[in-house]
């Protein structure tokens, strides 16, 4: 369990809600990411691999009794860590709809979502441009359109508004958005705000900006193997050079 200080007060962080696994694009299994979170002394591990929507790495519905079977079994075999079954959902379509169909949010003890490119939504084709003019932007380094900018809002906005999730994945890291916007959308909802070890995509100013709303956050690993299950390192490091206010961080325990 990484342990660490701020402002002479001792923390730790107590789980991990963003992993995957073979089913996706991990290189583990189910197990060995629980396996994984027991060594690192980790209270709650969340299996969350990629939605269905994803062309190249999505899990395939089918698959999804597999999974929880998979799940209770392991529960049964690991009584002292909570395993969430939970999916990250793929944002890809104007409305805010997801890869996630309404009635399967009751299969998911978690729903978190974000923007990736190759999730190209209900048309295909105006869900390509989408994700070449975002992948466009990130390579040239340029800053993006405010039309792109609004159009990525819009998406993420509608999302966390018209779906349970639970929290945003790497705000900003696959599409240009306005922080503070998104940051107020989620403080309405209860959706919390990812500081992402594995993206690291919101830098200390970032953060500044999103915590005007009255938002929360939470750090995970995006693990994609067992190695860096409850790896949090570097974004606690962002965190503290934000001067985040540790309750507003809501995986985190105090000694």
């Known amino acids: 369990m990484l342990e660490f200080s701020i402002n002479g007060k001792k923390y730790s962080i107590i789980s991990d809600l963003h992993t995957h696994t073979v089913y996706s694009h991990g290189s583990g299994s189910i197990e060995d990411n629980v396996i994984a979170a027991r060594l690192r002394n980790l209270k709650t591990i969340g299996i969350t691999d990629h939605g269905p929507g994803h062309i190249a790495y999505g899990f395939r519905r089918s698959r999804i009794p597999e999974m929880q079977a998979e799940i209770e079994r392991l529960r049964e075999k690991y009584d002292d860590i909570e395993i969430l079954f939970g999916?990250?959902?793929?944002?890809?379509?104007?409305?805010?709809?997801?890869d996630i169909r309404e009635d399967e949010f009751e299969l998911f003890d978690i729903i978190i979502a974000g923007i990736h490119y190759g999730a190209l939504g209900g048309n295909p084709v105006s869900g390509a441009a989408r994700s070449l003019s975002n992948l466009v932007s990130?390579?040239?380094?340029?800053?993006?359109?405010?039309?792109?900018?609004?159009?990525?809002?819009?998406?993420?906005?509608?999302?966390?508004?018209?779906?349970?999730?639970?929290?945003?994945?790497?705000?900003?890291?696959?599409?240009?958005?306005?922080l503070l916007e998104i940051a107020v959308?989620?403080?309405?909802?209860?959706?919390?705000?990812?500081?992402?070890?594995?993206?690291?995509?919101?830098?200390?100013?970032?953060?500044?900006?999103?915590?005007?709303?009255?938002?929360?956050?939470?750090?995970?690993?995006?693990?994609?193997?067992?190695?860096?299950?409850?790896?949090?390192?570097?974004?606690?490091?962002?965190?503290?050079?934000?001067?985040?206010?540790?309750?507003?961080?809501i995986n985190l325990k105090a000694y």
Do not use: W, Y
């Open 138 to 178: 990130r390579s040239r380094g340029s800053e993006p359109g405010n039309r792109l900018i609004q159009r990525n809002t819009a998406m993420v906005v509608n999302a966390i508004e018209n779906n349970p999730v639970s929290i945003l994945t790497h705000p900003g890291e696959n599409a240009p958005v306005d």
């Open 87 to 98: 999916v990250e959902a793929n944002i890809a379509n104007p409305s805010g709809a997801m």
């Open 185 to 249: 959308a989620c403080a309405k909802t209860g959706t919390l705000i990812e500081l992402n070890t594995s993206h690291l995509s919101l830098s200390p100013d970032d953060i500044r900006t999103m915590a005007l709303a009255d938002v929360d956050f939470i750090i995970t690993s995006d693990a994609h193997s067992q190695d860096h299950v409850g790896d949090f390192v570097a974004s606690v490091r962002v965190a503290i050079e934000a001067d985040l206010d540790p309750a507003r961080i």
